[in-house]
């Protein structure tokens, strides 16, 4: 398994919690999840980082309101599309 591979993983994984409503803890993996994404997009092409930046200001909206649906689904659905044009661009 590749490393965006597993990132995909684990934003599917956070996702989850979020949906299932275990909010503190989503929360504390998913600064893992962040961190991890921007380690693999730091070095992708600038449209992607421009992405990267816009979807994650919409994550963290979502956190800021206690949003978690909302949360869930920029990360299992957005997220990863970045996640996925990154591994294509590389």
Known sequence: ?????????????CAGLFRLGRDV??????VDVFEGAQQLLKAAPAPI???WA?????M???QERQDWLGLAD????????VLQKARLAA
């Open 74 to 81: 920029w990360m299992e659905y957005e997220l990863i599309e």
């Open 25 to 30: 803890e989503a929360a504390l993996d998913m």
């Open 1 to 13: 398994m590749t490393t965006i591979e597993q990132c995909v993983d684990e934003c599917r994984q």
């Open 60 to 62: 963290l909206d979502c």
């Open 49 to 51: 980082q421009q992405d």
């Open 54 to 58: 816009f979807v994650l200001t919409q």
